[in-house]
């Protein structure tokens, strides 16, 4: 799974189902399943996060782990500097982004209505 611009430059297709609801098996990303467990423990279920760090080494190994609790961190990072410092992006930023945000159900989220 790609974000958004580096999907188009590679001609591939965005698979929007691989980062909302139930995480699913995908052939473009390899341990998907457990990768999205890991997010999921990380952001929403502490308690979990043992057993979703252990299907990953499972399924791949304890470098992809790193990688990919490394991923997790910077994100986490990013979020809270953007939210802490008020940054918002321009109108046309959100023209550009509106039919990925609508269609991931970003508008949903608490922090889009401020």
Not at 7 to 17: A, H, Q, R, W
Not at 77 to 91: C, E, N
Request: glycine share 4%; hydrophobic share 50%.
């Amino acid at each position: 799974m790609m974000l958004r611009a580096s999907s188009s430059v590679n001609d591939m297709e965005v698979d929007l189902n691989a980062i909302q609801g139930e995480a699913i098996d995908s052939s473009a990303v390899v341990a998907a399943s457990a990768l999205a467990n890991l997010v999921d423990a990380s952001v929403n279920n502490l308690e979990n996060l043992d057993a979703a760090r252990a299907e990953l080494v499972d399924a791949t190994d304890e470098a992809t782990l790193v990688d990919a609790a490394a991923v997790i961190a910077n994100f986490e990072m990013m979020t809270r500097i953007a939210d802490g410092t008020g940054t918002r992006h321009t109108s046309d930023r959100m023209e550009s982004m509106a039919d990925i945000t609508t269609a991931m159900g970003l508008h949903d989220f608490i922090s889009a209505r401020r």
